[in-house]
């Protein structure tokens, strides 16, 4: 078939498909790169890292609080509720915990959601939220507590299926 294309269309139409066909590519990637919301950009990076040392203070004083937080997350008829269960060292549920949890995707750089804590009373030391976890894959939870003058601050990652 190709044989019977005389030279000069046939050299010029190989030219003009790989032209094409680059153009084509090009296009792609940049769709596919642009596709998830482009570049993310981290609020306040800057005082983030000035401040490194103070977020590193604070991860060991939640470390030698020894409080522990579990997250599952269960299905309602229409949504997804998380349920947080906080233990102390001792294994005794921590109760009366005041704050928020934060939803966080880990390819996103800000929060996509932010829920003020609530204590299931059926369960002590167990607070349930409705977060909209719009679609399954990984999920960070970040929780921000405070018992009195004890401050606990965890970042929990869970699969969502």
Not at 24 to 48: F, H, P
Not at 58 to 66: D, I, Q, S, T
Not at 94 to 121: F, K, N, Q
Request: aromatic share 10%.
């Amino acid at each position: 078939m190709f044989s019977k294309i005389p030279p000069h269309i046939a050299w010029p139409g190989f030219i003009v498909f790989l032209f094409v066909l680059g153009a084509s590519v090009t296009l792609s990637m940049v769709w596919i790169a642009r596709s998830d919301g482009g570049a993310q950009v981290v609020d306040n990076y800057y005082e983030k890292a000035v401040n490194w040392d103070e977020t590193v203070s604070r991860r060991n004083a939640v470390e030698r609080l020894g409080w522990k937080a579990f997250v599952s997350v269960e299905r309602d008829a229409d949504n997804r509720r998380l349920r947080l269960n906080v233990i102390d060292r001792d294994g005794l549920p921590v109760s009366g915990l005041a704050g928020v949890v934060r939803l966080h995707r880990p390819e996103i750089a800000g929060s996509l959601a932010e829920v003020i804590l609530s204590e299931d009373p059926a369960i002590p030391g167990s607070y349930r939220c409705a977060m909209p976890f719009g679609r399954n894959g990984l999920w960070d939870i970040e929780v921000e507590a405070t018992l009195d003058t004890l401050q606990y601050w965890d970042r929990i990652r869970v699969e969502i299926r």
